[in-house]
């Protein structure tokens, strides 16, 4: 294989792993949104001394509390960790398709420069 070939394979599996971390970002910060949105849903129903009341509801409201908190932990913690991970490597990628874009173009100059000396 041609060295401009192997580049240009190696262009296009940079481009391809581009596009899947650009999706999976995407795919990412629409479960996060989602999550955070349903996080309300761990404080209901509400209890009352009408609705519920004593040491199971007591241990049960405990329970509720290490949830959202998890809840919590999850969303803004680990979630964002991940979407800065993926955003750091997409930065990565694209320079490194940059650096292949002008090896490429170096390539060819070359070979074109070659290719008119052939012709003299």
Same mark, same amino acid.
């Given at each position: $294989? +041609? ?6 394979? &190696?262009?296009?599996?940079? %481009?391809? @792993? ?9 795919? *990412? @910060? ?8 349903? &996080? #309300? *849903?761990?404080?209901?129903? %509400? ?7 004593? !040491? ?6 405990? /329970? ?10 999850? +969303? !803004?913690? &680990? ?8 955003? !750091?490597?997409?930065?990565? *990628? /694209? @320079?490194? /398709? &940059? *650096?292949?874009? +002008? ?7 070359? $070979?074109?420069?070659?290719?008119? #000396?052939?012709?003299?």
């Amino acid at each position: $294989m +041609s060295y401009l070939a192997s580049l240009l394979y &190696q262009l296009s599996e940079k %481009q391809e @792993q581009l596009g899947r971390l650009k999706t999976c970002e995407s795919e *990412l @910060q629409n479960l996060q949104g989602e999550f955070r949105e349903n &996080q #309300k *849903l761990v404080k209901e129903p %509400q209890l009352t001394s009408v609705t519920w009341a004593g !040491d199971l509801a007591d241990t049960f409201e405990s /329970i509720r509390k290490e949830a959202d908190t998890s809840y919590k932990d999850i +969303s !803004d913690t &680990q979630l964002n960790a991940v979407l800065k991970d993926i955003a !750091d490597k997409i930065l990565s *990628l /694209i @320079q490194e /398709i &940059q *650096l292949l874009e +002008s090896q490429i173009a170096a390539e060819r100059a070359r $070979m074109e420069s070659e290719e008119s #000396k052939g012709k003299e």
